[in-house]
């Protein structure tokens, strides 16, 4: 296949499809749209002061010893996690990679354009039945050699929708289209190989999100004929109430479970968001945010210990380092940093970990290999954890520097550039960035204006400092420059940057 597809949406839209597409928006639909509203009124109460705490409701579900069903045997060792968007010639290299597991993106590292939802799920489809091939501009051919790493796939979020597809006259959940598609097109294909529909779930709030999920699974498995619990999903923490919830997320999913990934990036933008009215929430620069700091800590070590007495995987963050071709002390530096974060991850007790680039999954291997010699490490129980509200809501100290302000600008305009050109996995300044880079970048400018706070040379940050600076840049991005401003000087903090922006790609 050459390097440019044609668009065949009749490919994916079967009849078929299409029916079962609209059967889930008609079951669901409801649903999602009362849990949405619910995220409004706990963001209401939360800028009232109810801050985000373990539930006293489902104490009992904490304390209880359940644990959720057990591990596929192709799930058991997921040391290494690759992820990237659904483009021919990355899913060819990541499943090629040596990861154990390459999870396939339609969410942060996707631009939902048409072309890209459509020709991802084809893309899909042939690498499910190992018939995926690229031959690149230069004649370079590229195809699926042996033991490629097990396929997950990460449908776009509860908050967004997919407006090229409507049933009964309204756009469908962005989440049932990507999950719908790839789900009726591939499970019985997948079991055949020994094998099962594997996802990542991300931006749940709540377990009662996780339900919602945990219908729509039993629903999608009943309708086409697939043994009740076929489907096993991996939750993203990414948000700081779901932080308080994890034992109730687990339950609720427990036929379908895979288990809990620490989503750092956005995890760090979540606080950002959920105290936004707050002036002594302030975050100081997030190259000062580091998982070293007590609240992420924190978070690590819950969630390692609610994953392992539940008897299921704790999987740890992203290394978004690229390697650096042109200066090998640079590159060593960044290789290192890399080293050093997975020997936290498998100290701490996590199961596996995540790389943005195939260069990356020897180093993360070694690691993992050298201090987990099982194929997992559960037995790892973390009986030493006790973390309480205060640890995970703890705010960490540090500066606002001029330098942080000019990179999150830098950043933030890059990434929202290409992101509105197609592109959702951006190298910049030899990291690949996704959507959770660019939302830390605008929430914390947002945040620093919006309190005042003080760089650390005493000047104040200002909505006018942020907007000279954001139009220095807009004459090379003008939409860009023009959207990325409104998120960083509106008195308004827009809940997503992606459901703006999505108005420019449609």
Same mark, same amino acid.
Not at 211 to 237: H, K, M, S
Not at 379 to 399: A, I, M
């Given at each position: 296949?050459?390097?440019?597809? %044609?668009? #065949?949406?009749?490919?994916?839209?079967?009849?078929?499809?299409?029916?079962?597409?609209?059967?889930?928006?008609?079951?669901? +639909?409801?649903?999602?749209?009362?849990?949405?509203?619910?995220?409004?009124?706990?963001?209401?109460?939360?800028?009232?002061?109810?801050?985000?705490?373990? !539930?006293?409701? #489902?104490?009992?579900?904490? +304390?209880?010893?359940?644990?959720?069903?057990?591990?596929?045997?192709?799930?058991?060792?997921?040391?290494?996690?690759?992820?990237?968007?659904?483009?021919?010639?990355?899913?060819?290299?990541?499943? @090629?990679?040596?990861?154990?597991?390459?999870?396939?993106?339609?969410?942060?590292?996707?631009?939902?354009?048409?072309? @890209?939802? *459509?020709?991802?799920?084809?893309?899909?489809?042939?690498?499910?039945?190992?018939?995926?091939?690229?031959?690149?501009?230069?004649?370079?051919?590229?195809?699926?050699?042996?033991?490629?790493?097990?396929?997950?796939?990460?449908?776009?979020?509860?908050?967004?929708?997919?407006?090229?597809?409507?049933?009964?006259?309204?756009?469908?959940?962005?989440?049932?289209?990507?999950?719908?598609?790839?789900?009726?097109?591939? @499970?019985?294909?997948?079991? #055949?190989?020994?094998?099962?529909?594997?996802?990542?779930?991300?931006?749940?709030? @709540?377990?009662?999100?996780?339900?919602?999920?945990?219908?729509?699974?039993?629903?999608?498995?009943?309708?086409?004929?697939?043994?009740?619990?076929?489907?096993?999903?991996?939750?993203?923490?990414?948000?700081?109430?779901?932080?308080?919830?994890?034992?109730?997320?687990?339950?609720?999913?427990?036929?379908?479970?895979?288990?809990?990934?620490?989503?750092?990036?956005?995890? %760090?933008?979540?606080?950002?968001?959920?105290?936004?009215?707050?002036?002594?929430?302030?975050?100081?620069?997030?190259?000062?945010?580091?998982?070293?700091?007590?609240?992420?800590?924190?978070?690590?070590?819950?969630?390692?210990?609610?994953?392992?007495?539940?008897?299921?995987?704790?999987?740890?963050?992203?290394?978004?380092? *690229?390697?650096?071709?042109?200066?090998?002390?640079?590159?060593?530096?960044? !290789?290192?940093?890399?080293?050093?974060?997975?020997?936290?991850?498998?100290?701490?007790?996590?199961?596996?970990?995540?790389?943005?680039?195939?260069?990356?999954?020897? *180093?993360?291997?070694?690691?993992?290999?050298?201090?987990?010699?099982?194929?997992?490490? %559960?037995?790892?129980?973390?009986?030493?954890?006790?973390?309480?509200?205060?640890?995970?809501?703890?705010?960490?100290?540090?500066?606002?520097?001029?330098?942080?302000?000019?990179?999150? *600008?830098?950043?933030?305009?890059?990434?929202?550039?290409?992101? !509105?050109?197609? #592109?959702?996995?951006?190298?910049?300044?030899?990291?690949?960035?996704?959507?959770?880079?660019?939302?830390?970048?605008?929430?914390?400018?947002?945040?620093?204006?919006?309190?005042?706070?003080?760089?650390?040379?005493?000047?104040?940050?200002?909505?006018?400092? !942020?907007?000279?600076?954001?139009?220095?840049?807009?004459?090379?991005?003008?939409?860009?420059?023009?959207?990325?401003?409104?998120?960083?000087?509106?008195?308004?903090?827009?809940?997503?940057?992606?459901?703006?922006?999505?108005?420019?790609?449609?």
């Amino acid at each position: 296949m050459r390097a440019e597809l %044609i668009l #065949s949406p009749e490919k994916v839209l079967t009849p078929g499809a299409r029916e079962f597409l609209e059967a889930l928006s008609r079951r669901f +639909e409801s649903s999602r749209r009362a849990m949405l509203h619910r995220r409004v009124l706990r963001q209401q109460e939360i800028d009232e002061g109810d801050f985000p705490n373990f !539930l006293a409701a #489902s104490a009992q579900t904490r +304390e209880d010893s359940w644990v959720v069903a057990p591990i596929p045997a192709d799930l058991e060792d997921r040391r290494v996690e690759i992820t990237g968007p659904t483009d021919r010639k990355m899913i060819i290299n990541a499943l @090629n990679s040596g990861a154990n597991v390459f999870m396939a993106d339609f969410e942060d590292a996707n631009s939902p354009t048409w072309r @890209n939802m *459509i020709e991802g799920q084809i893309n899909l489809m042939d690498a499910v039945r190992e018939t995926i091939t690229y031959t690149s501009p230069e004649g370079k051919r590229y195809e699926v050699g042996e033991n490629p790493a097990v396929l997950m796939v990460r449908p776009r979020g509860w908050h967004l929708q997919e407006r090229h597809f409507e049933v009964d006259g309204e756009p469908i959940s962005a989440s049932l289209f990507d999950f719908g598609l790839y789900f009726y097109h591939n @499970n019985a294909e997948l079991l #055949s190989r020994g094998t099962a529909p594997y996802f990542y779930l991300p931006k749940l709030e @709540n377990h009662l999100e996780a339900r919602l999920w945990n219908d729509v699974f039993l629903f999608a498995q009943e309708t086409c004929g697939v043994p009740r619990g076929a489907i096993r999903a991996t939750v993203l923490i990414e948000t700081i109430t779901a932080a308080f919830e994890m034992d109730e997320i687990l339950y609720e999913l427990r036929e379908h479970s895979a288990g809990l990934n620490c989503g750092r990036w956005d995890y %760090i933008f979540s606080y950002i968001k959920k105290f936004r009215k707050f002036r002594d929430r302030v975050m100081p620069d997030r190259s000062q945010v580091t998982m070293d700091r007590h609240f992420l800590a924190s978070y690590v070590n819950l969630l390692i210990q609610t994953c392992h007495k539940r008897g299921i995987h704790a999987m740890g963050g992203m290394a978004a380092q *690229i390697p650096i071709k042109s200066d090998a002390g640079e590159n060593e530096r960044a !290789l290192e940093k890399v080293r050093q974060d997975k020997l936290r991850e498998v100290r701490a007790g996590h199961d596996g970990t995540w790389v943005a680039h195939p260069g990356l999954v020897a *180093i993360a291997k070694g690691v993992f290999d050298e201090h987990m010699p099982g194929l997992n490490q %559960i037995g790892v129980k973390r009986g030493d954890v006790h973390v309480t509200q205060e640890d995970l809501l703890q705010v960490p100290s540090g500066t606002v520097t001029e330098m942080g302000i000019q990179l999150n *600008i830098d950043v933030g305009l890059e990434y929202l550039n290409a992101w !509105l050109n197609g #592109s959702g996995a951006v190298p910049i300044f030899h990291l690949m960035e996704d959507v959770a880079t660019a939302e830390i970048c605008r929430a914390q400018l947002w945040q620093w204006a919006h309190h005042g706070a003080k760089r650390d040379d005493g000047v104040p940050v200002t909505q006018d400092m !942020l907007r000279s600076a954001i139009r220095l840049r807009a004459h090379a991005m003008p939409t860009a420059a023009a959207l990325f401003e409104h998120f960083v000087a509106s008195s308004h903090f827009s809940e997503f940057l992606t459901l703006s922006a999505y108005d420019k790609l449609v």
